[in-house]
């Protein structure tokens, strides 16, 4: 019986070929391992190492692994679309060997001769970029690689059900974290302490493990919207700004909150009000057909207004998916348009050197008429 996961390889290789014909391409050779699992949808085997290829054709689907994850990927595979082979030869090698007898590459080659007909990612380094070249030559395939195009990013920005699903589950944790952080720190607490607690909470909540090194950073630390936890102390005053995810079935959320050591003052409060509109005036707009430039212009429009303008700098949100950051990029220098089925986070944030940072972060699923937050926890202030 088809697996899950079998099904959403095929559906997911189908869109993959859809590409490469609607751009000319009769083979698409692939080495970022995030790539490769979204493409074979395979669960509990890869890890941090590129140590992978798939080589997709319009006649199969074939990855190169090797004896230490060989096992685990057959056994992902079952009877599914993607054959797994473990040869004792470099990828481009490997690769070159399956192009020079695949059929439907030998069709294409003759009815565009001289034509480049290989895509590969730009992920490829220099060296294998070189290896690849030298190993089609060697195999009578001449030079097929006339650009390189990264069609497994671009496509990954559009999700289906099963990956929404994942982000929706890894939300979950991410979001009961909170909550029991919110109960557990403390004046006095260093960055550290609470960064430690978070973590843990995440794994003893069923995370396989974080989507990133969780961010906590308290009073003028917080200015830099990527301070590392360290010995700075919770102090009364302070606003505590904690950016932090989960990681489930390869998936990952991502989700910042602030929350006030005592009562802020009126400053604090009228950044933390500022944030808050452009969130919730931001999410209440977005759609499939939005400019992701249009999103992040509105966002700093609102801190404009507000008196904070020039004062976030970073830019209004990006894609979640396996990677931490993906496309699209709610960005002032993109020009992408949104479609449903992507995921993207909203964190407008405030930076004031010397004073404070804070920042206000959701992430959702981008619909034909809307925007379906997958984050639960509320917007109000919390007081600790």
């Known amino acids: 019986m088809e697996t899950e996961q079998q099904r959403a390889s095929k559906a997911r290789l189908e869109r993959l070929r859809q590409a490469m014909q609607q751009r000319g391409y009769a083979a698409y050779l692939m080495r970022y391992t995030s790539d490769i699992a979204w493409a074979t949808a395979f669960d509990a085997v890869f890890d941090e ?16 692994t090797d004896s230490r994850y060989v096992t685990a990927c057959r056994n992902a595979a079952g009877e599914g679309p993607v054959a797994i082979e473990d040869q004792r030869q470099s990828h481009m090698e490997w690769a070159a060997a399956h ?12 009815q565009h001769a001289g034509d480049a007909w290989l895509a590969v990612e730009d992920s490829l380094t ?12 060697e195999a009578g395939l001449g030079n097929p690689v006339g650009l390189i195009r990264d069609f497994g990013t671009t496509l990954r920005a559009v999700k289906d059900d099963l990956e929404i699903s994942r982000c929706a589950a890894a939300q979950k944790i991410t979001d009961e974290t909170f909550a029991y952080i919110c109960g557990f720190m403390k004046p006095g607490m260093t960055e550290r302490q609470v960064q430690l607690a978070m973590d843990a909470k995440m794994m003893e909540l069923g995370a396989d493990s974080l989507s990133f090194p969780t961010i906590v950073a308290t009073g003028a630390h917080a200015a830099s919207p990527h301070a590392q936890p360290g010995d700075m102390v919770i102090a009364p005053g302070d606003a505590i700004v904690m950016d932090f995810g989960a990681k489930k079935d390869g998936y990952c959320s991502d989700m910042t909150r602030t929350v006030f050591a005592g009562e802020p003052d009126e400053e604090t409060r009228r950044a933390y009000a500022c944030i808050r509109r452009a969130n919730e005036t931001v999410e209440a707009c977005l759609s499939a057909g939005k400019s992701t430039h249009e999103a992040h212009d509105m966002a700093e429009k609102i801190l404009e207004e507000d008196g904070f303008g020039g004062a976030m700098g970073h830019s ?3 894609g979640v998916g396996l990677d931490i950051h993906e496309l699209p990029v709610l960005s002032p220098r993109t020009d992408a348009v949104l479609e449903p089925g992507n995921i993207v986070t909203v964190e407008p944030g405030i930076y004031l050197p010397g004073k404070f940072g804070m920042r206000l972060e959701d992430f959702g699923v981008i619909e034909p008429c809307g925007f379906h937050v997958l984050t639960q926890s509320s917007h109000d202030m919390v007081i600790i």
């Open 49 to 64: 190492e590129q140590a992978h290829a798939l080589l997709v054709t319009a006649d199969g689907a074939w990855l190169h």
């Open 99 to 110: 192009l020079s007898e695949d059929a439907s590459v030998s069709a294409f080659r003759a």
């Open 126 to 137: 220099v060296r294998e970029y070189q290896g690849l070249l030298e190993a089609c030559k």
């Open 316 to 318: 209004l949100g990006h």
